[in-house]
Nanobody, 120 residues
Framework: QVQLVESGGGLVQPGGSLRLSCVAH????????MGWYRQAPGKERELVAM???????TYADSVRGRFDLSRGSAETTVNLQMNNLESDDTAVYSC??????????????WGQGTQVTVSS
C-alpha cells in the first residue's frame, strides 16, 4: 500500500515563505508524476506544480516565479518552496502522485492535505 506523507505548511505573513515536502512510502516501481494541488474555500481544486519522470515541471500561472518544485534525493520525494506568499495562496495543499506499482498498475495517490494560511 503506497502512502504519501506530507510535511510543512502552517501560518505565514504575506511576503513570507514556507516549504512543503511529500514522500511516497511503499513498494513503487516508478513515479510517473508527482506534485501539489491546492483547494481554497469555495473554489475548485487546482494544480500548483507537477514534475514528470523526465524532470519536466509545470506551474500554475499564479505561482510561477514565486514557487519552486524540486525532487529530493529519490524520485519518491518532492519539495515545494513557496516564496513571496500572498493571501490568495491560502488553501489546503495536497500532494499527488501517479505511479506504477509492482503489478504494473498505474495508481493515482493523494496525501491527506496540509493547510497553508497567509495572513497578517
Amino acid at each position: 500500500q503506497v502512502q504519501l506523507v506530507e510535511s510543512g505548511g502552517g501560518l505565514v505573513q504575506p511576503g513570507g515563505s514556507l516549504r512543503l515536502s511529500c514522500v511516497a512510502h511503499g513498494v513503487i516501481v516508478s513515479v510517473l508524476k508527482m506534485g501539489w494541488y491546492r483547494q481554497a474555500p469555495g473554489k475548485e481544486r487546482e494544480l500548483v506544480a507537477m514534475i514528470t519522470t523526465r524532470g519536466t515541471i509545470t506551474y500554475a500561472d499564479s505561482v510561477r516565479g514565486r514557487f519552486d518544485l524540486s525532487r529530493g534525493s529519490a524520485e519518491t520525494t518532492v519539495n515545494l518552496q513557496m516564496n513571496n506568499l500572498e493571501s490568495d495562496d491560502t488553501a489546503v495543499y495536497s500532494c499527488h502522485a501517479e505511479l506504477v506499482d509492482t503489478l504494473g498498475i498505474v495508481q493515482n495517490i493523494w496525501g491527506q492535505g496540509t493547510q497553508v494560511t497567509v495572513s497578517s
